[in-house]
């Protein structure tokens, strides 16, 4: 009883935290502009984010997006290639991008006094790209690096993009946000334009802006800077969706490796209207449930008590622009296999679906999700990218502090009940990794070291 | 009174500067374990990390992985704790242990909300798994299982080999070159964590750090009641001297991938170096700078050969390396790599411009409030500080000891400590043209790692 006055006490405390000191303003070219106060260090964050990522892309250009994002380094009419960097360095600041399924970013961290000069780099590069094929020749050769060190030579991403590819037949979560590497090499510098021409524009982006700044001066600041650039006519969106998987799926992929893995993946609800939805809020206290702290039911039962795998894990993000996936995943021990991991957490499934969870159990996942909303003011970084995702992904920034009220009002009862309908075999697709011999000499098996 | 008039003059202090830098109290505890301390109030958190001198390089030969095992140990069993107890009550409090262990140092870590009944709760499960752990046997034998496989796993991802190889050219046989095999972990018995612990995990060598929102005398109480009770513990506290100057080498190990991974480097230089300063502007010049740096700019900007390429030093007890790497696919893996030995010894021979050096001074002064904008941040330079026995003033002077770097210190510091012919290089993923002739490695067990791909 008292940990429960506690945990209210500290909701109330924080919920009206979360809100204090973050401002809005939108600009006439429908730029939304963002501002998180926080005076603890002289510090400040710029976050652009466009609501366009790889979801938003077409058949043979895939990877296009984040071809972009790394173009939008190489230069415009008043700031040659190299120079955006070069500038930022200068200014004491670091800088990078990146690229998911829904959405594309751009960040500068900086000392306090530099938000101007951010925002006069930002703004330019919003509507002045220059295209240089010249450019554009080399960087291509710069993604496919990318894509040959982050997914051709690991087996585990390698396995997460085939997993991808089918449990999404036809919504566009199907294609790897880096693009297939036939899309790669194809791909011309006018694609790229034209993904730049069709969704960079301040009606189609949110400007976060968190740190030690006064949101009166940074709304008059991004007025001066975005408030010319002209808003565009977006192209229709059409929706897109996954039709009822029809049965369970199961892939192989071989790979240059030692050990096997498998992941399981059932189809699940995001987050649409944060007042209104549970499905999400269960789902992300049943992933605690499951795997909150290494006592949590996967870790106790399988890597501690069972010695079935040697690592395992839960996987639910409920905030994404398209439908979600709930994730397993493990690693069996050495003797056993990934179909002995796979009747491992299954059983453990079936016990939770069939008993449900405990009071203490939800209460400690409850727990962390508050701590872990104190923990994050320590990072400006962190709380402009919560803002710019919520923004980015159809939601609102002022549907944070709604989702953690929501989230410590989940009951034991919704956490089986949202367990009894996603966990079904015909929403299911696993993957299991068949780890190849480096060279064509035959496997050792067992126990025994091959090393010496 | 005199309270009052302190706080104002910090306030005016703040003030004053933009660049102010945590008040750090150092005192030592009854236990004998040096504390550094910053007092915040700006979170309800607290965050705390206590070091000792007991990572990996302070294994001895025959008992390679000790160190690792009894440091991954501590939180899975104490005195009247089981290892579900200790991660079940971190949970229920929101509270969060981490780690930190490298060649020098094993460390725990925990950050906690400082609310008196959470923060007590929190302390005290960490006070259990630093002064009283059990390496109870059964979980020794699944956490050897465990770790055994791993290493299986590491075995055949090529950045994994890479390392390996590259550590045991750069530091021969030297604890820093050490890299656990599974025949190693098949060794330890838990007698061996017993006497490990015993001996390098003693108050005398202990450093705690605490950031946040607790008072003095909380802090004082806390850094006695997490070292009161830890073992006498007679151990060195130093390291081995490493060997400097290496014979060049280089190995070319097969791998599938369709990239080579490639390591090129040598020892570098001790936390305590006085050539730190220059070294450490000079490397932001060379590859340490992100999309500014040489090495950046050959490599990626020019020439689309590479997604990363980087250059950096470990400053560690003892000299840790000096290292470059890239990725690249195989096909090129010998133009790049000759690009950057073209990119270093160009550096070493002539030196960098006044005109980097002061980019170099603008982005690393400039960026200094970013080094120290988070709790989090400000305890890891508690905890560095504390190890490294730095001057209490390293925050405070580091700006002014970036500034006084000269172009002439960064040319002499790099050709004194970087001979580009005396490197180790190891590309692992070797090009097609040479995959039979492979040079054999001359280190034993890698050569297992694969052979005669690409065919």
Same mark, same amino acid.
């Given at each position: 009883?008292?940990?429960?006055?506690?945990?209210?006490?500290?909701?109330?405390?924080?919920?009206?935290?979360?809100?204090?000191?973050?401002?809005?303003?939108?600009?006439?070219?429908?730029?939304?502009?963002?501002?998180?106060?926080?005076?603890?260090?002289?510090?400040?964050?710029?976050?652009?984010?466009?609501?366009?990522?790889?979801?938003?892309?077409?058949?043979?250009?895939?990877?296009?997006?984040?071809?972009?994002?790394?173009?939008?380094?190489?230069?415009?009419?008043?700031?040659?290639?190299?120079?955006?960097?070069?500038?930022?360095?200068?200014?004491?600041?670091?800088?990078?991008?990146?690229?998911?399924?829904?959405?594309?970013?751009?960040?500068?961290?900086?000392?306090?006094?530099?938000?101007?000069?951010?925002?006069?780099?930002?703004?330019?590069?919003?509507?002045?790209?220059?295209?240089?094929?010249?450019?554009?020749?080399?960087?291509?050769?710069?993604?496919?690096?990318?894509?040959?060190?982050?997914?051709?030579?690991?087996?585990?991403?390698?396995?997460?993009?085939?997993?991808?590819?089918?449990?999404?037949?036809?919504?566009?979560?199907?294609?790897?946000?880096?693009?297939?590497?036939?899309?790669?090499?194809?791909?011309?510098?006018?694609?790229?334009?034209?993904?730049?021409?069709?969704?960079?524009?301040?009606?189609?982006?949110?400007?976060?802006?968190? !740190? #030690? %700044?006064?949101?009166?001066?940074?709304?008059? /600041? +991004?007025?001066?800077?975005?408030? @010319?650039?002209? $808003?565009?006519? &977006?192209?229709?969106?059409?929706?897109?969706?996954?039709?009822?998987?029809?049965?369970?799926?199961?892939?192989?992929?071989?790979?240059?490796?030692?050990?096997p893995y498998l992941i399981m993946a059932y189809h699940a609800p995001t987050l649409r209207d944060a007042e209104k939805d549970w499905k999400p809020y269960a789902l992300e206290m049943l992933a605690g449930v499951l795997d909150g702290n290494s006592s949590a039911r996967l870790n106790k039962a399988l890597v501690r008590d069972q010695q079935v795998a040697m690592d395992v894990g839960t996987g639910y993000d409920s905030v994404a622009r398209g439908p979600g996936m709930f994730?397993?995943?493990?690693?069996?021990?050495?003797?056993?296999?990934? !179909? #002995? %991991?796979?009747?491992?957490?299954?059983?453990? /499934? +079936?016990?939770?679906?069939?008993? @449900?969870?405990? $009071?203490?159990? &939800?209460?400690?996942?409850?727990?962390?999700?508050?701590?872990?909303?104190?923990?994050?003011?320590?990072?400006?970084?962190?709380?402009?990218?919560?803002?710019?995702?919520?923004?980015?992904?159809?939601?609102?920034?002022?549907?944070?502090?709604?989702?953690?009220?929501?989230?410590?009002?989940?009951?034991?009862?919704?956490?089986?009940?949202?367990?009894?309908?996603?966990?079904?075999?015909?929403?299911?697709?696993?993957?299991?990794?068949?780890?190849?011999?480096?060279?064509?000499?035959?496997?050792?098996?067992?126990?025994?070291?091959?090393?010496? | 009174?005199?309270?009052?008039?302190?706080?104002?003059?910090?306030?005016?202090?703040?003030?004053?500067?933009?660049?102010?830098?945590?008040?750090?109290?150092?005192?030592?505890?009854?236990?004998?374990?040096?504390?550094?301390?910053?007092?915040?109030?700006?979170?309800?958190?607290?965050?705390?990390?206590?070091?000792?001198?007991?990572?990996?390089?302070?294994?001895?030969?025959?008992k390679v992985g000790v160190a690792n095992m009894t440091f991954g140990m501590l939180d899975l069993g104490s005195q009247g704790m089981s290892e579900d107890d200790i991660a079940r009550k971190l949970a229920d409090i929101g509270a969060q242990m981490g780690d930190q262990f490298d060649p020098d140092r094993a460390g725990l870590t925990l950050r906690t909300l400082s609310s008196a009944a959470e923060r007590d709760a929190a302390l005290d499960i960490l006070a259990h798994c630093?002064?009283?752990?059990?390496?109870?046997?059964?979980?020794?034998?699944?956490?050897?299982?465990?770790?055994?496989?791993?290493?299986?796993?590491?075995?055949?991802?090529?950045?994994?080999?890479?390392?390996?190889?590259?550590?045991?050219?750069?530091?021969?046989?030297?604890?820093?070159?050490?890299?656990?095999?599974?025949?190693?972990?098949?060794?330890?018995?838990?007698?061996?964590?017993?006497?490990?612990?015993?001996?390098?995990?003693?108050?005398?060598?202990?450093?705690?750090?605490?950031?946040?929102?607790?008072?003095?005398?909380?802090?004082?109480?806390?850094?006695?009641?997490?070292?009161?009770?830890?073992?006498?513990?007679?151990?060195?506290?130093?390291?081995?001297?490493?060997?400097?100057?290496?014979?060049?080498?280089?190995?070319?190990?097969?791998?599938?991938?369709?990239?080579?991974?490639?390591?090129?480097?040598?020892?570098?230089?001790?936390?305590?170096?006085?050539?730190?300063?220059p070294l450490y502007v000079g490397n932001y010049i060379l590859g340490g700078g992100g999309f500014v740096s040489r090495l950046m700019n050959e490599v990626r900007e020019k020439r689309g050969m590479a997604y990363s390429v980087y250059s950096y030093f470990i400053p560690m007890q003892q000299p840790g390396a000096f290292q470059i790497g890239l990725q690249t696919k195989k096909e090129q893996a010998d133009e790049s790599l000759s690009l950057v030995r073209q990119t270093l010894?160009?550096?070493?021979?002539?030196?960098?411009?006044?005109?980097?050096?002061?980019?170099?001074?603008?982005?690393?002064?400039?960026?200094?409030?970013?080094?120290?904008?988070?709790?989090?941040?400000?305890?890891?330079?508690?905890?560095?500080?504390?190890?490294?026995?730095?001057?209490?003033?390293?925050?405070?002077?580091?700006?002014?000891?970036?500034?006084?770097?000269?172009?002439?210190?960064?040319?002499?510091?790099?050709?004194?400590?970087?001979?580009?012919?005396?490197?180790?290089?190891?590309?692992?993923?070797?090009?097609?043209?040479?995959?039979?002739?492979?040079?054999?490695?001359?280190?034993?067990?890698?050569?297992?790692?694969?052979?005669?791909?690409?065919?």
């Open positions: 009883m008292r940990i429960r006055l506690i945990v209210i006490a500290l909701l109330l405390q924080i919920s009206s935290v979360a809100q204090a000191d973050v401002y809005e303003k939108t600009l006439g070219n429908g730029l939304k502009v963002i501002v998180k106060e926080d005076h603890r260090a002289p510090v400040l964050v710029q976050q652009v984010w466009y609501h366009a990522g790889s979801m938003d892309e077409k058949t043979g250009t895939t990877g296009v997006a984040h071809v972009l994002e790394h173009m939008m380094f190489k230069g415009t009419r008043k700031v040659p290639v190299g120079q955006f960097s070069k500038i930022i360095a200068a200014a004491g600041g670091r800088e990078n991008a990146f690229t998911s399924y829904d959405h594309t970013a751009y960040f500068q961290q900086l000392h306090r006094s530099k938000l101007a000069l951010a925002m006069e780099l930002e703004s330019d590069r919003m509507h002045n790209l220059q295209m240089a094929e010249k450019e554009f020749n080399k960087e291509i050769k710069v993604v496919m690096e990318e894509r040959r060190w982050r997914t051709d030579d690991d087996p585990h991403s390698l396995m997460y993009e085939k997993l991808m590819a089918t449990a999404f037949s036809e919504h566009p979560y199907h294609h790897p946000v880096i693009g297939w590497m036939i899309d790669i090499q194809n791909m011309t510098a006018a694609d790229a334009l034209n993904w730049y021409k069709s969704w960079y524009a301040p009606n189609n982006a949110t400007l976060v802006i968190a !740190g #030690d %700044v006064k949101a009166s001066e940074v709304f008059a /600041l +991004a007025q001066r800077y975005y408030g @010319g650039i002209p $808003a565009v006519k &977006l192209p229709q969106r059409k929706a897109v969706g996954e039709a009822t998987q029809l049965g369970i799926q199961r892939i192989v992929v071989k790979a240059p490796a030692e050990l994730v397993l995943e493990g690693t069996p021990r050495e003797g056993k296999t990934v !179909g #002995d %991991v796979e009747n491992a957490i299954r059983e453990q /499934l +079936a016990l939770l679906v069939r008993d @449900g969870v405990s $009071a203490d159990e &939800l209460q400690r996942v409850k727990a962390q999700v508050m701590a872990g909303e104190v923990y994050k003011r320590d990072s400006v970084f962190y709380q402009a990218m919560q803002i710019g995702q919520m923004e980015s992904d159809g939601l609102s920034y002022k549907d944070i502090p709604v989702m953690l009220r929501k989230l410590q009002s989940v009951t034991a009862q919704q956490v089986q009940d949202v367990a009894r309908e996603i966990i079904n075999d015909d929403q299911l697709t696993v993957a299991t990794l068949d780890p190849q011999p480096l060279s064509d000499k035959p496997r050792h098996t067992g126990g025994a070291s091959h090393v010496h | 009174m005199f309270t009052r008039l302190l706080s104002i003059a910090i306030l005016l202090g703040a003030a004053s500067t933009a660049l102010a830098t945590p008040q750090i109290q150092h005192w030592q505890a009854a236990s004998g374990a040096r504390v550094y301390f910053v007092e915040d109030h700006g979170l309800p958190m607290l965050d705390a990390a206590v070091s000792f001198p007991a990572g990996s390089g302070f294994d001895v030969a025959g630093l002064q009283q752990p059990l390496f109870p046997d059964a979980i020794l034998q699944r956490e050897k299982a465990r770790l055994i496989a791993s290493l299986k796993e590491s075995e055949t991802q090529p950045e994994s080999i890479a390392d390996k190889a590259f550590a045991k050219a750069v530091f021969g046989v030297h604890p820093y070159g050490w890299r656990t095999e599974t025949a190693d972990i098949e060794k330890i018995q838990r007698v061996d964590l017993e006497n490990f612990y015993h001996a390098h995990y003693s108050a005398k060598h202990a450093v705690v750090a605490l950031m946040g929102d607790i008072t003095r005398v909380q802090a004082e109480a806390i850094a006695q009641q997490l070292t009161a009770n830890l073992p006498e513990g007679d151990a060195d506290p130093r390291i081995a001297p490493v060997m400097i100057r290496i014979e060049p080498s280089e190995q070319r190990i097969p791998h599938p991938a369709s990239q080579s991974h490639i390591l090129m480097g040598t020892p570098g230089i001790a936390r305590n170096d006085e050539d730190y300063f010894r160009a550096f070493v021979d002539k030196g960098v411009s006044e005109k980097e050096l002061r980019a170099a001074k603008q982005n690393i002064i400039g960026g200094f409030p970013l080094r120290i904008d988070s709790n989090k941040k400000i305890l890891d330079y508690l905890s560095v500080i504390g190890f490294y026995e730095l001057p209490l003033t390293y925050l405070d002077d580091f700006t002014a000891k970036v500034e006084k770097v000269t172009t002439k210190q960064i040319h002499d510091a790099f050709k004194r400590r970087i001979d580009p012919d005396a490197l180790a290089t190891v590309i692992v993923g070797v090009p097609k043209a040479d995959g039979q002739s492979a040079t054999g490695s001359r280190s034993g067990g890698i050569g297992t790692a694969g052979s005669g791909e690409g065919k």
